[in-house]
């Protein structure tokens, strides 16, 4: 069973960094993705960034030079380091795991959520 654990959120001002954890705990599968999403109050999720089993990297195009999502595989851990930010992106921020085990006809994929980490951005 994986659980997915973030850590890192809280209160910072416009204009501050944070940096978020994303740790899968229990895996013995072979890591696909990792994917930060975030939920503002009444609005819908939104992925933010993603990391690729080969080290490839996605961002949404407003968070482009100012969030970095990075791995260390060692330690099965995801990380989002966030520069600038504002406080239109309040949100809690949730990580998306995605392994799979087996080829081909016999891969199965799995997907794990996390309960998220709330930021608040003060302006």
């Known amino acids: 069973q994986v659980r997915v654990v973030e850590s890192g959120g809280g209160l910072v001002q416009a204009g501050g960094s944070l940096r978020l954890s994303c740790a899968a705990l229990?895996?013995?599968?072979?890591?696909?993705?990792v994917h930060w999403c975030r939920q503002a109050s009444g609005k819908q999720r939104e992925q933010v960034a993603s990391?690729?089993?080969?080290?490839?990297?996605r961002y949404v195009d407003s968070v482009k030079a100012r969030f970095t999502i990075s791995r260390d595989k060692a330690n099965n851990t995801v990380y989002l380091q966030m520069n600038d930010l504002t406080p239109e992106e309040t949100a809690v921020y949730s990580c998306?795991?995605?392994?799979?085990?087996?080829?081909?006809?016999?891969?199965?994929?799995?997907?794990?959520w996390g309960q998220g980490t709330q930021v608040t951005v003060l302006t």
């Open positions: 990391i690729f089993r080969g080290g490839a990297t």
């Open positions: 998306h795991a995605q392994y799979s085990d087996g080829l081909y006809a016999s891969r199965r994929d799995y997907d794990y």
């Open positions: 229990g895996s013995t599968f072979r890591f696909n993705a």
